[in-house]
């Protein structure tokens, strides 16, 4: 995360506390703006945030609804602290789709909320990438159980699937003797955000030309959370074809499972109240 600090006046203000603070752990980033009056964040955990500039002389600012994705650089721009006290506040709600300026990488994310609500045929993570632009998934329709080649069927604007490379929190899986298969295919439980690179992107992710796949582990929070899932597909439950029901001939058994989920999540604070 990265921006300058300003006054009214356009003039830069150096040396203001930045205080970037995580909504779903509490923990706490701390910079300063430099003498040219620009901060930078660095190694900051993807998520909610909401950011608070305060300087002497200056009414305190506070940046709300800040959703950094993973491997993301978000610019902020110029943050303008207005003349008043350090007691007095600016409320500002960030935007929901900022242009990515910091950097010239294309990406796109599979989001937590899609990850938790679609259902999901054989739990492998790596059939959600498909839905993304530019991607194919040559092994569509045939990811009944994930395994170790899971993510070696997908090709990312049309490059060879043995060219994508395939990250966890950042650091690569890939077993690099045939480039083909990961050493880890996570469970679709541990995930909070799959960040798919598909091209001008930094030398930092530059081991294979195709892209790259970066899955996000979950951590722990301030809330109370889980979930569960119930497997159940039958044929009762899908439509005869067209040619069976013209020739009177039965839906074919067909059962697997689809998943429902149910999220459980409660704030520490209701916890305490009950104890």
């Known amino acids: 995360m990265a921006g300058t600090v300003t006054d009214p006046a356009d003039a830069v203000v150096p040396r203001a506390a930045l205080i970037a603070t995580e909504l779903t752990t509490g923990n706490v980033h701390t910079v300063s703006s430099d003498d040219s009056g620009l901060f930078r964040f660095n190694d900051l955990p993807p998520g909610p945030y909401t950011l608070r500039v305060q300087a002497p002389g200056f009414k305190a600012l506070n940046l709300n609804g800040l959703d950094l994705a993973a491997g993301e650089t978000r610019a902020v721009g110029k943050l ?32 937590p909320q899609q990850l938790r609500d679609l259902s999901l045929k054989g739990r492998d993570p790596f059939a959600f990438v498909q839905l993304l632009p530019g991607v194919v998934d040559s092994n569509v329709g045939q990811r009944d159980v994930e395994n170790a080649y899971s993510m070696g069927y997908l090709s990312i604007n049309g490059s060879n699937p043995r060219s994508v490379n395939m990250a966890i929190d950042g650091m690569s899986s890939m077993d690099g003797g045939g480039n083909w298969s990961a050493f880890v295919s996570p469970n679709m439980d541990a995930i909070s955000e799959m960040r798919i690179l598909t091209n001008g992107y930094s030398a930092e992710y530059g081991r294979q030309s195709g892209g790259t796949m970066n899955v996000i582990t979950k951590g722990g929070g301030k809330d109370f959370h889980g979930s ?34 149910w999220q459980i999540s409660r704030r520490n604070a209701d916890l305490e109240d009950r104890m």
């Open 80 to 111: 303008v602290l207005q003349i008043g006290s350090l007691s007095d506040k600016v409320e500002v709600t960030a935007e929901s789709t900022p242009v990515q300026t910091a950097s010239s990488e294309r990406s796109t994310s599979v989001l």
């Open 228 to 261: 569960a899932h119930w497997d159940h597909r039958h044929e009762d439950l899908n439509a005869n074809s067209f040619f069976n029901n013209r020739q009177n001939i039965q839906r074919a058994l067909y059962r697997l499972y689809v998943q429902r989920v």
